[in-house]
């Protein structure tokens, strides 16, 4: 059964426009980001920032039409799950500077 799902998500013309489109929005918000920070950013680093900084992250949920900040911090995840290895972004969570966000 899940095959048969599964094909048909493939090929659901609606889910096709709307995974290219979200991926549009999704790069389109990174060379954002590395256009007003003037340098060439990694994910991991465009990530931290939002995490940082609201108005970032606020930009990335109006873009992506995403309603909420864990949804919007999941997709980011799901785009590149190897992003909880980056060092810097360990150090910024076990930070108090995080804590003092949550």
Known sequence: MSDVVNKVK????VDRVYKKEYMHHFLSFCSLV????????N???????MLQDS???DIFKSMCEIDNNYDALK??????AT???SKYIKN????????LLS
């Not at 997709?75 to 590149?80: I, N």
């Open 43 to 49: 994910l991991a680093n465009i990530f931290l920032l």
């Open 55 to 57: 108005r970032y992250l």
């Open 75 to 80: 997709k980011f995840l799901e785009y590149d």
């Open 92 to 99: 910024y969570i076990e930070s108090e500077d995080f804590k």
């Open 10 to 13: 493939r090929t659901d013309p």
């Open 34 to 41: 590395c256009m007003t920070k003037n340098k060439k950013l």
């Open 83 to 85: 992003l909880y290895k």
